[in-house]
């Protein structure tokens, strides 16, 4: 591909927008067969295939995104409108002094109550090249990413009964991230994975298979101004981390206009070694296999996932609170507090920035394949998996032991005793041993039926551990291993831009996130049932119903809050006053999705294949979450219900058709290169 074939982007405005430069290329080299090389060795039993692929790219990225304009980048806000709650209706912005509670005259702070700081960091906004206050920038980079492969597997026949298969794999990479602002992030790696496998024919009616696989891939990422002096030390930022993985200027968020942040600092390396053997018998009509597994997984990271500190901006301050601690609707807005240099809130991580995670993971299973009859075949399986939460090496993690009724919290470390519900283990978290998932499956061609109609139905349980590795990184990001913290404004400890990191909290716990001991590992049901029917000249159609049921899934909550409706600029009400607020992970989501699903195929035939598939769903959780990767919470701890309706992803109808066509070049009856060397290519 090539941006010289392709269109344009697309523009909101009706502008024409300058395009980026990009191209992909694509390349491989493939070769193999018996290990014969002239004079040098001779050795038919045994095969070899040596692979190549390599890309070369340069990926569009088209941004749209909101930025102030020029008068509002020196407080002049006499033009700028805001929406009113959820209404679509736009309303002029009000804007209030903070130190007077008096309305700015015809909404312009003026010159001499700019935050020099808030200007400087101004200066990483483009202006806008679109008309309007909204969606009024635009932007179209390229971003290079490069990757070669390279693979070579060799399979030997080392008697009648034994193979001995080697697969080794290793890819190198690097590419850049582009950020709307116009910089970009670096990304390198490689990867390299090794497998040995041996097959044996233990008699006509067994057949034993054994592995051994070494995995290792290594990831870091340099954000641009990981490169540069440091801007928050430039600008006149205090921030308590020195490191120079936290260079860069502070994370900020808006309600009406574009963040400003970029890339972690990070280097990962994830390394697995694992051992599994499973037994396939045959015993007349059922085919059964009997296997385990053991998987010993390491992940060491370095990084600061909050370093630089993120403030939030939302208009709380510049809004009319003359009447109470609540601001008046309507008032208030992101950038002018921005520029006054008053922040809503701020949270920060630093410290420790090594961590060195490993677990173990079990596996067992059995599976019966039964051929009732010729036309009706039963898969009856069980499987059961175990997984130890993920530790770290010098015990770097901490979580909050919580008492009965949430009546007080205490700092819990691993292999220490808890204040209120004994001695946490190694990864502050119970493993759970009940992790059993039966499967059912049934094929049935119909008999009576002029044509092949096939009956489908399964049942299965799958559990997703992914979820504790989730759960370790951020339980290692805590105190005492790490300061973390995150506070709102108030008018008796106000936050500055200048200083938003340094507030001496009252509270003794600064822990900002915590997961329920007796965590359980998410999982689904999952059923299905479908009825196929073939036609004449390769065509067939297909009903069936899809279902999927979360249990157990990740739930955000803020136990620690003031109860909803309490004045925000007052000093914060928490229910525990030695802790401050903080995230609590529990197990207590559900979802459900239902699908019926219609598909038309034609297979490939005279040149022609082609597929049309509908699906009609419906999905509903009180979570968005699934094995901990969510940051969203709940709106009420207390009524986790509450939050129950549509899922984001729902989407009600689903069309997708595709096809094949090719030339009838050397096809029967083709008049086209018939008996040319290219015909019969």
């Given amino acids: 591909t090539n941006s010289a074939l392709n269109a344009k982007p697309f523009s909101i405005n009706g502008l024409d927008i300058p395009q980026a430069a990009y191209a992909q290329s694509r390349f491989s080299l493939i070769m193999g067969g018996p290990l014969v090389v002239k004079h040098i060795v001779k050795d038919p039993n045994t095969q070899f295939f ?28 006499s033009q700028a409108t805001q929406s009113l709650g959820t209404s679509a209706t736009s309303v002029p912005v009000a804007i209030f002094d903070p130190t007077t509670h008096i309305q700015f005259p015809a909404n312009v702070i003026p010159a001499r109550l700019l935050n020099p700081a808030s200007l400087r960091l ?11 206050t909204a969606n009024n920038y635009q932007f179209e980079t390229a971003a290079p990413n490069n990757t070669d492969n390279l693979g070579l597997r060799v399979q030997r026949n080392i008697t009648q009964k034994d193979r001995l298969a080697f697969n080794f794999q290793y890819q190198n990479r690097d590419g850049r991230t582009p950020q709307w602002y116009g910089v970009s992030d670096s990304t390198s790696g490689y990867g390299l994975s090794g497998q040995i496998q041996w ?54 968020t808006f309600t009406n206009f574009a963040g400003l942040t970029d890339s972690t600092a990070t280097l990962t390396r994830n390394q697995t070694q694992s051992f599994g053997e499973s037994v396939t018998l045959l015993k007349g009509l059922h085919s059964i296999t009997l296997g385990m597994n053991f998987t010993r997984a390491d992940l060491s990271t370095r990084s600061d996932p909050n370093g630089r500190g993120t403030l939030s901006f939302n208009g709380l301050l510049t809004s009319d609170l003359t009447r109470g601690t609540q601001p008046v609707p309507g008032t208030g807005y992101d950038l002018a507090d921005f520029l006054l240099g008053d922040p809503q809130s701020s949270s920060i991580r630093y410290g420790d920035t090594s961590n060195y995670f490993s677990e173990n993971q079990w596996f067992g299973y059995a599976q019966d394949e039964w051929k009732m009859r010729p036309n009706l075949t039963v898969v009856l399986g069980l499987r059961y998996e175990f997984f130890t939460p993920y530790a770290e090496k010098y015990g770097h993690m901490a979580n909050l032991d919580i008492a009965p009724g949430f009546t007080n919290v205490s700092l819990a470390t691993p292999a220490a005793p808890g204040a209120y519900t004994g001695v946490f283990p190694a990864g502050l978290i119970n493993p759970d041993h009940n992790n059993f998932s039966p499967r059912v499956g049934l094929a049935w061609k119909l008999p009576w039926t002029k044509r092949s109609t096939l009956l489908r139905t399964g049942y299965g349980i799958y559990y997703n551990e992914q979820s504790y590795i989730q759960l370790a990184q951020q339980l290692a990001q805590q105190p005492p291993f790490a300061k973390s913290y995150a506070v709102n404004t108030t008018l008796s400890n106000p936050l500055t831009l200048n200083a938003p990191f340094s507030l001496v909290l009252p ?21 299905n049932f479908s009825i196929q029917h073939d036609f004449a000249h390769g065509y067939f159609v297909e009903a069936g119903y899809v279902g999927t049921k979360g249990t157990h899934l990740d739930v955000r909550t803020l136990p620690n809050e003031p109860p909803p409706g309490s004045p925000q600029l007052l000093t914060q009400r928490n229910q525990l006053g030695d802790a401050v607020g903080f995230t609590y992970d529990l197990p207590v989501g559900n979802s459900i999705f239902n699908a019926l699903q219609l598909r038309a195929v034609r297979r490939f035939n005279r040149g022609i294949s082609f597929n049309a598939f509908y699906q009609l769903a419906k999905s509903i959780d009180d979570t968005p979450s699934l094995g901990g990767a969510g940051n969203t919470v709940v709106q009420n701890w207390l009524d986790i219900e509450g939050d129950r309706g549509l899922s984001a992803f729902d989407v009600r109808h689903q069309f997708q058709s595709g096809f094949v066509w090719t030339s009838p070049v050397a096809a029967p009856g083709s008049r086209i290169a018939a008996d040319t060397k290219l015909g019969r290519l």
């Avoid at 101004?122 to 309007?132: C, D, I, S």
């Avoid at 003794?508 to 996130?513: H, M």
């Fill in 50 to 77: 040596f692979t190549y692929f390599g890309t070369r790219s340069r990926t569009p990225r088209l941004f749209t995104e909101t930025v102030p304009t020029s008068a509002e980048r020196v407080g002049d806000f």
């Fill in 122 to 132: 101004l200066q990483f906004y483009p202006v806008p090249n679109e008309p309007g």
């Fill in 199 to 252: 097959t044996r024919n233990i008699s006509a009616q067994a057949i034993s298979n054994a592995q051994v696989r070494i995995s290792r891939n290594r990831t870091e990422i340099t954000p641009y101004f990981s490169l540069v002096p440091d801007v928050a030390a430039q600008i006149g930022i205090y921030r308590p981390s020195s490191s120079p993985l936290d260079y860069g200027p502070p994370t900020l």
């Fill in 507 to 527: 509270q003794s716990i600064t822990n900002t996130f915590a997961v329920d001991r007796y965590y359980r590992t998410p999982y689904a049901h999952t059923w």
